[in-house]
């Protein structure tokens, strides 16, 4: 393995000292957002994380070897890149042995965390099931992933272009723990309260670390996935994004978009919907689940 991972400078320090560690996401930075503001917010993360008393490893595919880390350089690279390849589960080990480059997804970061010994990943959103899916299949590898690898993963909930019920449903069925933080809602990424209450409420970056230790006790197989409310000065009314949100999927429909394709091609059209407050808005919900997933590292680690 160890020829498989390169760790930044940074992060050998941290695991040589015992250190608490975040992991984070590439293709938020390569597909989730227009570039300068998918660096700035790269950028933003890192100090986010390290102010909170925690040292943050992005994870990309560069060259065949799974970086955990990311030095300036190789980000700003990133950010810039064009048809960066766009890497979940099914994709890590053609990428990987092909010496390929590529951003990794919610499901690829968890893969690779977990075979680094990291427990803790912050991000913006997770996949889950898309709208319609009992026509399409469409369904996020993320899901499946959360139910396998021992990471607990940060989100403020699954994007909101997604089925929130169904997604709960499929992550019930897979035994995974969906944990709201600080309230009984449901978060839904641009909004605080999705309808929907949690299925698990937590109030504070101790409990979800225990309980994370628990299920490795336990050897229950699977992360956790905690939903961190948009912080209330950023969120979007879910009243004035359902019609757009709705306007999306049929310009994705109309297109005839599959696959991978979907998700990035809804986010950047609602991007354009409203003008850019759905990137405003998904900056600042990234920036606070940074900050939480750091006190759960710490957590961790205490
Ligand atoms: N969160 C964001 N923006 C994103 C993503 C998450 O705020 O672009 C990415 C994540 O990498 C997630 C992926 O794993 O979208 C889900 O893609 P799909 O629905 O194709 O599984
Ligand atoms: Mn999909």
Redesign the pocket.
Known sequence: MNDLLVFSDEVVKAKAIGAPIVAL?S??IT???PYPQNLETARQVEAVVRAAGAVPATIAVMEGKIRVGLDDDTLAALSQARNVA?L?RADLAVALAGGQTG?????A?MIAAALADIAVFA??????V?QGAEASF?I???LAELSQTPVTVV?AGP?AILDLPKTLEVLETYGVPVIAFGQDAFPA?WSRDSGLKAPLRMDSAAQIAAAHKMRARLGLQGGQLVANPIPPEAELSSAMLAPLIAQAQDAARLRGMT??D???FL?QHLLELTDGRTLTA?IA??LNNARLGAAIARAMTG
């Open positions: 996401e293709t938020i597909h989730g957002m766009k979940s951003a990794t997804t919610v499901a970061t991000t913006g959103g997770i996949g889950g898309h469409d996020s590898a993320d989100a994007k990424f696959g991978k979907v998700t990035p986010l998904n919900l990234v």
